[in-house]
């Protein structure tokens, strides 16, 4: 068990002890104050009544008149009425709790009250006997086994916590505490235990399974866990895969450098075009590796913002003029339709330049002589679309999303040299401006990249 176990156990326990002691406390004294107010005197309408007939009866008759409307009175009565004279002494022999005569005394005292509403009375016989008349609560009648003359003391509700009470809740609160604890510092233990794995290279690991259907936010941090295992997992695969795909397009132009090199070598009368040769082929290699180095680059590093503040029209303007004196030579008529109104964009206009070139480029490698490629810029309040068509052979619908990862060459027949790279740095360049790039076959034949940007608000005019 880690700290965090003992922190939580030793925490909820002391807390549950304390919650125990100051209640038990609470209560004890409650029961205190309780069992010391049962030896009182009974109050209320009907002690008054009780002990104002009692006091007539003696004003008028004495004892003897008192006694005779006992007699006719129940038995409880009798039991409960005490009339006591200066001495403390009952006048008919039953027992006097020193607490109930004490009260009693307090009561007769007071003037709060008018006479005959009071629980309390005194009366003068015509002997001229004085006598506290009261009537005892239920807490201080006699036990009815131990006589009348001895009064039986009132069990208490809770005698105090003794030895066996205080341990049983002490084992109970430790218990609960120590299954809360551990319900609590369970899947934190198996997230330290993923991350272990996952830092051993272990990209399979995944608590999920282990939390089961547990639903609070340790749960939901052990589900975020496990999708960034995943995600760790994909930009892994897709490192590896790169690599992998790297060394296997280094190869080739590796290959041809040895033959030129070797052929130079046995054909000392060729040399200048065996020289041609490494050229170009050193040229293809320069080319590669700088576009590997730019699609690293945007995939390793969260791109900054850029303060730099550029027209998306005269943007695209740029690239279909460069576009437009590529494709004379083939015949490829370019329609450039742009907005109406400006499309101010915030970010690297280089960057973005390239993307949007590469796409066009692409447009152009698949189009055939005497065709039309159409560029549309559409802008909205907040966004421009681009869409960029031509009407080459298309692609297969399950292959428009793989398009747009590196070295993913569809078209295997085509003799123009290169590597799947371009439209990989494209999307990577648009989704660093926080935008999107998708494909689709266009009716008709041949596809559409659709590019969606996010705009600036206008400057304001300074002028």
Not at 444 to 452: E, Q, R
């Amino acid at each position: 068990m880690g700290r965090l176990f003992w922190k939580i156990l030793l925490g909820f326990w002391l807390t549950l002890l304390t919650v125990a002691l100051i209640s038990g406390t609470l209560s004890y004294l409650y029961v205190s104050n309780r069992l010391s107010r049962m030896a009182d005197v009974a109050g209320g309408p009907r002690a008054a009544v009780t002990s104002s007939a009692a006091a007539a009866a003696l004003h008028y008759g004495g004892l003897p008149a008192l006694n005779s409307m006992l007699d006719a009175w129940p038995p409880f009565v009798r039991d409960h009425l005490r009339v006591v004279d200066s001495q403390g002494r009952d006048a008919f022999g039953l027992s006097v709790p020193p607490a109930s005569l004490a009260e009693a005394r307090r009561r007769a005292s007071q003037e709060g009250e008018p006479p005959k509403e009071r629980s309390v009375q005194t009366a003068l016989t015509p002997a001229g006997q004085r006598y506290l008349v009261f009537v005892l609560a239920e807490g201080a009648m006699p036990h009815p086994l131990a006589g009348s003359n001895h009064l039986h003391p009132p069990a208490p509700l809770w005698p105090g916590p003794p030895f066996g009470t205080i341990l049983i809740v002490s084992l109970g609160s430790l218990l609960f505490s120590a299954v809360l604890a551990w319900y609590l510092t369970r899947p934190l233990r198996l997230l330290s235990g993923a991350f272990t794995r996952l830092a051993y290279g272990d990209l399979e690991t995944r608590v999920a399974p282990a939390i089961g259907r547990r639903r609070d936010e340790i749960a939901d941090l052990g589900h975020d866990f496990d999708r960034m295992a995943e995600r760790l997992k994909a930009l892994v695969t897709a490192q590896r895969q790169l690599l992998h795909d790297v060394s296997h397009e280094l190869r080739s132009p590796l290959g041809r450098l040895q033959v030129a090199v070797g052929l130079a070598r046995q054909q000392p009368d060729k040399l200048d075009a065996s020289l041609d040769r490494v050229e170009r082929e050193a040229g293809r290699l320069d080319q590669l590796v700088g576009e590997i180095l730019t699609l690293s680059q945007l995939e390793a590093s969260k791109p900054a913002e850029s303060d730099e503040f550029f027209d998306l029209t005269e943007l695209l303007h740029s690239i279909v003029d460069d576009a437009r004196f590529e494709a004379a030579g083939r015949a490829i008529a370019i329609d450039f339709a742009p907005a109406g109104n400006e499309a101010l964009m915030r970010g690297r206009a280089e960057l973005l330049h390239r993307a949007l070139e590469n796409i066009v480029r692409n447009a152009l490698k698949h189009s055939s002589t005497g065709r039309t490629i159409d560029i549309d810029l559409h802008c909205d309040a907040d966004q421009a679309i681009v869409r960029v068509s031509d009407r080459g052979p298309g692609v297969d619908p399950g292959q428009l999303a793989a398009m747009f990862e590196p070295f993913v060459q569809l078209d295997t027949s085509r003799t123009t040299p290169g590597w799947g790279l371009g439209l990989a740095i494209a999307q990577r360049a648009i989704t660093a401006h926080h935008g999107t790039v998708s494909a689709s076959n266009r009716p008709g034949g041949g596809l559409t990249v659709s590019v969606t940007l996010p705009l600036q608000p206008a400057l304001p005019d300074t002028d």
